[in-house]
C-alpha cells in the first residue's frame, strides 16, 4: 500500500511516521518550499504525547520543550479561579508538553526523514489536481519554487492535512466559504524571559472575550530564563462577518496590542515589559470551520486542521490530529480494504472532534473563567462564594472526558 499525504504539518508527519511503523509507505507533499521551525508555543496533551512516545520520539521532545507541571485558571485581575496539576504531576504515564510548535513538528519531520528516507518528504509541491478510480488515487502537485512541471503520482489513498486552507477539503466542499471568525484577535509572540512560578507552569487569564495566555515552552539563555509564549485574546470585531483576508498572519504591532493587555494583571509578571520585549510577534484572527457531513470520499479522506479547525481553547489543535493519525493507521492495517478503513476512521474521529469544535466554541474549560467572571466582573474576595468547587470542576472534567484525555491518561497508568 502506498499513501499519499498532502501537508507536511503535525498531522501529516505523524501520519507517515505512524503508517512507517505498520509496514505502510507514505510520502507526503508539503507546498512550502522547505519545512522550517515557525510558529509560537502550543501545548500537546498527554493522551497525544503518548502516541509520540509509542514512536520513540520522548527523548528528542523531551530535549526542546518543558514538562508541563500546573495549570491555573485566573480572571483578568489576577485572582484564582482553578488550579490542576499536569502530565506527570496528575497521574499520567507520559507529560504533557509545552512546546513552541517548530520545534515539535522539527521533532517529528526528523524522524520521518531518518526512518524512511529524505524523499519520503517532497517540499515545494502545491496540489493542483487529483483523481480516483477503482484502483486507487492519481494527483498532480506543481513545484512552487522552480517553476517546473512539478510531478504526477500514484496511491493507493490520499489523504488530506493540509491545514484549516485545505486544498483536499475544497476540492469536495468548493462552496464552504472562509474559516468561521468569532470576532477574536489573536497576538502570539515568545521571547527569552524571567522565570514566574515554578519555571513549569501555565496561566490563563480571562475568559473568551477576553484572555491572556502565559506559560514557558523551552530552556531560556540563562538559568533563571525561559523561552516563554505569550497570548492576548480580544474580542474586536462581528462575529457574523468573515475575517479581513489580510487579516492572517501579519506582523503584530505594539499600538495595537498594548491598550488591550493593559485590561490584566498577573501576579509576578510584568504583562507590558514582557509585550514589549518580544522582538516580533503576530496578530490573526480567532477561526475554527463548521462540522463536515463527511470526511471521506472513496480513497480520499481529509486528517487534522483539514478535516476539523478548532480554535485554540483546551490544547487540543495538534493533540487532536495526532489522535487522527493513529486511529487512521491502526485501521489502514486491520481493514480489507483501505475504502473501508477511511469509512471507519470517519465514523470514529468525526463525531468526537466535531464535539470539541462545539465545546471549543463555548470556551472548552476555560469556561470556568467565564463563569465566575459573569457572577463577579469586578473581582471577588472567596472564589467558593462565587462558583462553588463542584460545579467548577464538572466544567473542567466534562472537557476533559469528551477530548479523550481521561480516558486515555487512565489506560496508560
Excluded at 512550502?32 to 493522551?47: A, K, Q
Excluded at 484572555?211 to 462575529?239: E, F, H, Q, S
Amino acid at each position: 500500500m502506498k499513501v499519499i499525504i498532502v501537508g507536511g504539518g503535525i498531522g501529516g508527519l505523524t501520519l507517515a511516521l505512524m503508517l512507517h511503523a505498520r509496514g505502510i509507505g507514505a510520502t507526503v507533499y508539503e507546498q512550502s518550499g522547505e519545512i522550517r521551525e515557525v510558529g509560537v508555543g502550543i501545548n500537546t496533551l498527554p493522551h497525544a504525547i503518548g502516541e509520540l512516545a509509542e514512536l520513540g520520539l520522548l527523548p528528542a521532545l523531551d530535549a526542546v520543550a518543558i514538562r508541563t507541571r500546573e495549570l491555573r485558571y485566573l480572571n483578568r485581575f489576577g485572582q484564582e479561579v482553578w488550579r490542576e496539576p499536569r502530565g506527570l504531576h496528575a497521574g499520567a504515564k507520559v507529560p504533557q508538553f509545552s512546546i513552541h510548535r517548530g520545534r515539535l513538528q522539527g521533532v517529528i519531520h526528523d524522524a520521518v526523514a531518518a526512518r524512511l528516507g529524505e524523499d519520503a518528504i517532497r517540499t515545494g509541491r502545491r496540489l493542483q489536481g487529483f483523481f480516483q478510480d477503482e484502483g486507487g488515487v492519481t494527483a498532480h502537485f506543481a513545484d512552487t519554487r522552480f517553476g517546473e512541471s512539478g510531478e504526477t503520482v500514484r496511491g493507493d489513498i490520499l489523504i488530506g492535512a493540509d491545514g484549516i486552507h485545505s486544498a483536499v477539503r475544497a476540492h469536495y466542499f468548493p462552496d464552504q466559504g472562509p474559516p468561521c471568525w468569532n470576532g477574536v484577535q489573536m497576538w502570539r509572540g515568545a521571547l527569552d524571559w524571567p522565570v514566574f512560578l515554578d519555571g513549569q507552569s501555565m496561566i490563563v487569564a480571562g475568559g473568551m472575550a477576553g484572555k491572556l495566555v502565559l506559560y514557558p515552552i523551552g530552556a531560556g539563555a540563562t538559568p533563571g530564563t525561559r523561552l516563554t509564549n505569550w497570548v492576548v485574546n480580544i474580542r474586536t470585531g462581528d462575529p457574523a462577518k468573515p475575517p479581513p483576508k489580510e487579516a492572517w498572519s501579519k506582523p503584530g504591532r505594539l499600538e495595537d496590542v498594548l491598550p488591550f493587555a493593559r485590561r490584566f494583571t498577573v501576579p509576578g509578571v510584568d504583562i507590558m515589559a514582557m509585550i514589549r520585549a518580544t522582538p516580533g510577534f503576530w496578530d490573526y484572527p480567532m477561526c475554527d470551520r463548521d462540522p463536515l457531513p463527511r470526511w471521506t470520499h472513496g480513497r480520499v479522506s481529509l486528517l487534522g486542521d483539514a478535516a476539523h479547525p478548532m480554535y485554540p481553547v483546551g490544547s487540543n489543535g495538534a493533540s487532536q490530529a495526532i489522535l487522527d493519525a493513529r486511529c487512521l493507521a491502526d485501521l489502514l492495517v486491520t481493514a480489507e480494504h483501505p475504502r473501508h478503513a477511511l469509512q471507519a476512521y470517519e465514523a470514529k474521529r468525526l463525531p468526537a472532534t466535531a464535539e470539541i469544535v462545539a465545546m471549543n466554541r463555548i470556551g472548552g474549560p476555560e469556561r470556568v473563567i467565564d463563569a465566575v467572571e459573569a457572577l463577579a466582573p469586578n473581582g471577588f474576595d472567596d472564589v467558593e462564594r462565587v462558583l462553588g468547587y463542584a460545579k467548577r470542576e464538572m466544567i473542567v472534567k466534562t472537557y476533559a472526558g469528551k477530548t479523550g484525555a481521561t480516558k486515555a491518561d487512565a489506560a496508560r497508568r
